[in-house]
């Protein structure tokens, strides 16, 4: 089952401007993560934000955490072509031995 | 970080034909590993919860005799994808919970095509 509704499905953006993906999720977590996936290719953990986190900064990346409302955000500023890929969020795995559970992802392309 | 090596990285194969899949922990010690599936544009569904030792947990909908899992060590996992159909074409990816935190580290995927 998907824990996160990601939006939006699809992003369309050019260089240098900013990204923003949204997740939403239905249960209680620990924390949350997100990660890239370029085209067929496996997944870059990206960051993870904790529950009682509400803001996560690496480098271009910004992430946000509201769990009152079940929601996080990733923001990804001054875009290059080379970010195009689809991003996932994922909660779960808090023990070693749960998996995580992802979101539908948005797919961003970053036309130069 | 940790790495997991997954193989092959894709496959051709027929239909009818089987096909096994080695996910390899390298430099740590997985007790736990875990096996998605990815259609063409969708996200990463869980298909089975593989326990060194022991037999793995498949989730509702996967057929535990048609995708074969067997973690025999702490540094390896397999999928055997029997009598492959070409509806069983996807992007099959492993992970598997590593030492730091909760971060879970991924093989680079397998891209299944049958023909």
């Known amino acids: 089952s998907q824990q996160g509704e990601e939006d939006p499905q699809a992003l369309s953006i050019q260089e240098g401007e900013n990204a923003t993906m949204n997740c939403s999720y239905k249960?209680?977590?620990?924390?949350l993560q997100w990660y890239r996936q370029n085209s067929g290719r496996g997944l870059v953990h990206l960051i993870l934000?904790?529950?009682?986190?509400r803001e996560k900064h690496s480098g271009r990346l910004r992430v946000t955490l509201d769990t009152s409302k079940k929601s996080s955000s990733l923001l990804i500023t001054a875009s290059r072509a080379a970010d195009t890929a689809s991003y996932f969020c994922?909660?779960?795995?808090?023990?070693?031995?749960?998996?995580?559970?992802f979101g539908k992802g948005t797919r961003l392309s970053v036309i130069a | 970080g940790a790495v997991v090596s997954q193989h092959p990285s894709w496959v051709i194969c027929k239909s009818g034909t089987s096909v096994k899949i080695e996910c390899r922990s390298l430099?740590?010690?997985?007790?736990?590993m875990f096996w998605y599936r990815q259609f063409p544009k969708q996200s990463l569904m869980l298909m089975a919860t593989?326990?060194?030792?022991?037999?793995?947990?498949?989730e509702q909908g996967v057929e535990k005799d048609k995708f074969l899992i067997n973690h025999a060590s702490l540094t390896l996992s397999t999928l055997t994808v029997t009598s492959a159909h070409p509806e069983d074409s996807s992007f099959y990816i492993c992970?598997?919970?590593?030492?730091?935190?909760?971060?879970?580290?991924f093989g680079q995927g397998t891209r299944l095509t049958v023909v």
């Open positions: 430099d740590f010690q997985a007790t736990t």
């Open positions: 249960t209680s977590i620990n924390n």
């Open positions: 593989s326990n060194e030792g022991s037999k793995a947990t498949y």
């Open positions: 994922a909660t779960g795995g808090e023990a070693g031995n749960t998996p995580l559970v």
């Open positions: 934000i904790r529950s009682n986190e």
């Open positions: 992970s598997a919970s590593g030492g730091s935190g909760t971060e879970a580290f």
